[in-house]
């Protein structure tokens, strides 16, 4: 058992590279052995291109080696036809004796069918080799499939005093401009979860008053979609938000206020006075294939996911300014599960105790 670990735990490396560019599917990573020898590896590419398991097959250079190998998988393969070929069809073919898995697929076109389908084709299959770190490393696609809704993630800076930012009428007058809590490595940081995640998510007020851009400037990697609420058509068109460089929704009451601007990817979706909007949120998102989002502010906005109880993960800076007096930054009441530094910041990391049980 201990050798099947330590190759899931290499499949475990490789699914990260796929993080971020795979949406819709998994990020998975894929080792084929031969005889105690890695004879080939792989890991899926970005949608629409080959799975991990089609990868590391591909990269074995002596094909007839696959007859005696082992194909070591962090997720269990697909066995229907999507954009791609079943993977479980291929392993048969090439003739690979022995499959072990990390976890199973919760996605109902696959879940468990993969496997049966290796089994009765005379493949030995061992299943749930730490499963619970391959489930974490797809959390976000498993949220999506058993909670129906995307994995939400609260990311905010505070002071040591506890504090978001100062009080409105402190601030610097003039433009819109963030104020900075976290320093460079933090803000860096963010931009690579940015570039992790499918969605990011402000409320009215930190649109306003920080004019952010939300988008990945810092890192390499793909801007995630841009959402923010704005009930009354509060947001000036001349607004990093507005400005037409990636796409991007509005929850608002007052369509018609950005109607009649006819800006470019810009999606309107309308407020329903019964339905709070973390709850609208989330039923939008997974109506929209979405599997990820990261909510950066602000208090009123981080609070009312908190208070729905819509959240599985909280990234805090937690910073060495101090206010004195200011915006309160929201409060978990539970231990963190993680503590780093990250340049001059801490950075705190909670887990949801009660979601995706099975996860890390």
């Keep these: 058992m201990k050798i099947h670990e330590f190759y899931i735990k290499r499949c475990l490396e490789l699914a990260k590279n796929g993080i971020g560019n795979t949406y819709p599917n998994p990020s998975v990573g894929c080792v084929i052995v031969h005889q105690g020898e890695v004879i080939g590896e792989g890991y899926t590419s970005k949608a629409g291109g080959p ?206 206020y950005y109607a009649d601007k006819a800006i470019k990817d810009l999606e309107i979706v309308r407020m329903a006075p019964k339905i709070p909007l973390p709850e609208l949120v989330a039923k939008t998102l997974y109506e929209k294939h979405i599997q990820s989002v990261i909510i950066e502010g602000g208090a009123t906005t981080l609070n009312s996911f908190l208070a729905a109880d819509l959240w599985d993960e909280a990234r805090i800076f937690r910073t060495p300014t101090t206010f004195g007096r200011g915006i309160k930054a929201p409060e978990i009441n539970q231990a963190a599960t993680q503590i780093t530094d990250s340049g001059k910041d801490q950075l705190h990391l909670y887990k949801h105790p009660g979601n995706l049980k099975d996860t890390i």
């Excluded at 005379?122 to 974490?136: D, H, K």
């Excluded at 058993?146 to 002071?159: F, G, M, T, V």
């Excluded at 506890?162 to 900075?180: D, F, I, M, N, Q």
């Excluded at 923010?228 to 796409?247: V, W």
Aim: aromatic content about 6%; proline content about 7%.
């Design 51 to 256: 799975h991990a398991e089609v990868n590391a097959i591909n990269s074995v250079m002596n094909k007839e080696l696959l007859k005696q190998a082992t194909l070591y998988v962090t997720l269990e393969p697909c066995s229907h036809h999507g954009k791609t070929p079943p993977c479980a069809d291929l392993i048969v073919e090439s003739g690979i004796p022995r499959v072990v898995v990390g976890t199973l697929d919760s996605n109902k076109q696959v879940s468990g069918k993969g496997i049966k389908k290796l089994a009765e084709s005379g493949c030995e299959v061992i299943a749930g080799i730490l499963e619970a770190a391959c489930r974490e490393a797809n959390k976000r696609f498993f949220c999506y499939h058993e909670l129906k809704r995307p994995y939400i993630i609260l990311k905010w800076a505070e002071s040591a005093d506890g504090y978001l930012a100062p009080l409105p009428e402190t601030r610097v007058s003039g433009k819109p401009h963030p104020v900075w809590l976290s320093d460079q490595p933090s803000r860096q940081l963010v931009h690579k979860w940015r570039s992790e995640e499918q969605a990011i998510l402000v409320g009215t007020s930190t649109a306003l008053a920080d004019n952010p851009s939300l988008t990945t400037r810092d890192w390499f990697g793909a801007n995630p979609l841009r959402i923010f609420f704005d009930q009354s058509g509060k947001l000036p068109e001349n607004s990093n938000l507005l400005d037409g460089s990636t796409p991007t929704i509005v929850f608002t009451a007052n369509a018609a």
